[in-house]
């Protein structure tokens, strides 16, 4: 998934037709290690119901460039886009009752890119936040997993919300092989670059965005120190041990009662139900090797009510043979028999009315070592710095001092007169 900031405004002014390919070559050298044209192509999708021709299958395999998430379109050729998740075109309508769309991907860059066929654009106005807690655009970061909500507007799709959503945040209790434990959560590590195990070591308290595999690992995208101030905490569906306590992946957790009159408790989303993605916090017991959890809430990767969706994540099948990315359902046809389980996927669904199950419209197999080889975990946001001028007094002009040339004798000689 790849984001772009753009700054709004409604005076404009003609630019000389002179100034076009110095401006052009200027923006291009702004956006470090973009590929602005090549990143605008759609190739690797196949709809639901040409999965089961093996060439068309082979072709998904093979386009998948694993850059994000994907993208969400109504027609197979006007659909371009990269990475992240979906949106409503600006020539639709952002909102017919069911309720808009949703996002969640991984960041893999920021720029001006093409996403599913629109830009997918953020201005001041947008509301920022890391696990539900208020954070700035700068706070953003290549590798983090994120939810955005979106909104049409008259010059295109503005992201209204991003959320980074850690997937386990707490204590390293366990290092070794290719992962570590975290809380007791198993975390690989494989894709990650050399420079982010080294700084790994037990007892530290580390943040970990990722995506979780169906056997309840997490493939972290990025890990880095988590602050002292935050709780400790992980996400998941919830699996039931004894009447005293449940796990989420490999965490063992002491639960507290949910109240339904406070929501979520966290983010103002629906309570949490049975087999939903829930976020849980609270604090690391090292005695009792269990999370003592303070607070509990639904976490889902899109929204109930979303018209259309664009996720990404791995695929889960159960013996009826239902589908689902990341905890949502979605109806298939006979021609997805050929996505297994476990295959890290982008798919795009829509419903047609309010608690519909979502219907599979396309789906992208993401090769996971070129992504991770992708990523640059330094990358941040382009800010734009001005300086501050303000209480500066401005300096008076300085006199300008008139050159006068030296004057020249143009009087001539007094005449002498003739000799006699």
């Known amino acids: 998934m790849q984001i772009s900031r753009f700054a709004t405004g409604s005076s404009r002014r003609a630019v000389p037709s ?5 401006m052009l070559l200027i923006v291009m050298m702004l956006l470090p290690g973009e590929r602005v044209l090549a990143e605008c192509s759609e190739e690797g999708w196949a709809t639901a119901e040409s999965l089961a021709s093996p060439r068309t299958n082979d072709l998904v395999a093979a386009g998948a460039d694993g850059i994000g998430g994907s993208g969400f379109g109504s027609d197979p050729g006007d659909d371009d886009g990269i990475g992240g998740s979906g949106y409503i075109p600006a020539d639709e309508s952002p909102d017919d009752g069911i309720g808009g769309s949703g996002l969640f991907g991984t960041i893999t860059g920021f720029g001006s890119v093409c996403v599913n066929g629109g830009r997918v654009r953020y201005d001041d106005s947008v509301a920022v936040s890391i696990d539900a807690v208020s954070a700035a655009v700068g706070d953003l970061a290549v590798g983090q997993v994120i939810r955005i909500n979106l909104e049409t507007r008259e010059d295109g799709v503005y992201a209204r919300e991003i959320d980074v959503q850690h997937e386990v945040l707490g204590p390293i209790t366990a290092a070794g092989g290719d992962g570590i434990d975290v809380m007791g959560q198993r975390v690989s590590l494989e894709y990650l670059a050399d420079h982010a195990r080294s700084e790994i070591e037990v007892g530290a308290r580390v943040a970990v965005s990722g995506l979780r595999r169906s056997d309840g690992t997490v493939v972290a995208s990025r890990i880095v120190p988590a602050p002292s101030t935050t709780p400790d905490l992980t996400r998941g569906v919830p699996m039931s041990v ?14 507290l009662a949910f109240d339904p009159s406070q929501g979520s408790g966290l983010s103002g989303r629906s309570a949490p139900h049975q087999g939903g993605r829930e976020i849980v916090q609270g604090s690391w017991n090292v005695e009792l090797g269990r999370l003592e959890a303070s607070r509990r809430g639904a976490s889902p990767v899109a929204s109930a009510h979303a018209r259309q969706v664009d996720l990404e994540g791995y695929v889960e099948r159960n013996e009826a043979g239902v589908l689902a990315v990341g905890g949502v359902a979605f109806s298939v046809g006979e021609g997805a028999a050929t996505i297994r389980s476990g295959e890290r996927v982008r798919v795009r ?11 599979l419209r396309r789906v992208m197999r993401v090769a996971e070592r070129p992504m ?6 330094g990358v941040r946001p382009p800010q734009v710095l001005r300086p501050d001028l303000r209480g500066q007094r401005p300096h008076p002009p300085r006199p300008h001092r008139i050159r006068r040339p030296p004057p020249r004798n143009d009087r001539l000689p007094p005449r002498r007169p003739p000799p006699s």
């Open 242 to 255: 004894d009447e005293s306590s449940f796990r989420i992946g490999g965490t063992l957790i002491a639960p």
């Open 349 to 359: 669904g829509v419903r047609e009315a309010a608690g519909e199950t979502l219907r």
């Open 372 to 377: 991770f080889r992708a990523l640059d975990p």
């Open 18 to 22: 002179r100034c076009i390919p110095v």
